[in-house]
């Protein structure tokens, strides 16, 4: 069984920085992407950030310039620093990962629990 866990939310003033992290646990055997979204009250989840395993990063318009994803393949972790931070930006933040636990197995679909950013004005 895989699991993914988020952790690093928090409260942050307009302007501040946090930093999320994401770590997989269980059989793993390989890990293709590995992606951040994000919720708000009242609206679909998001797509913000991805990055693929030779390290190569996308980003949403909306957070461009100001976040950065990563990942540590070697450990099985990702993280998302967020710089700059707006209140447009408070959301349940959540890790998403395409995981296969075997090498016969296929790439599935994993996502972590959540965890608040709260961005006060």
């Known amino acids: 069984q895989v699991l993914l866990a988020e952790s690093g939310g928090g409260l942050v003033q307009t302007g501040g920085s946090l930093s999320l992290s994401c770590a997989a646990s269980?059989?793993?055997?390989?890990?293709?992407?590995m992606n951040w979204f994000r919720q708000a009250p009242g609206k679909q989840r998001e797509w913000v950030a991805g990055?693929?395993?030779?390290?190569?990063?996308n980003y949403a318009s909306s957070v461009k310039g100001r976040f950065t994803i990563s990942r540590d393949n070697a450990k099985n972790t990702g993280s998302l620093q967020m710089n700059s931070l707006k209140p447009e930006d408070t959301a349940v933040y959540y890790c998403?990962?395409?995981?296969?636990?075997?090498?016969?197995?296929?790439?599935?679909?994993?996502w972590g629990q959540g965890t608040q950013v709260t961005v006060s004005s």
């Open positions: 269980g059989t793993i055997f390989g890990i293709n992407k």
């Open positions: 990055i693929d395993s030779g390290g190569t990063a």
């Open positions: 998403h990962g395409q995981i296969k636990a075997t090498y016969r197995s296929s790439y599935s679909d994993y």
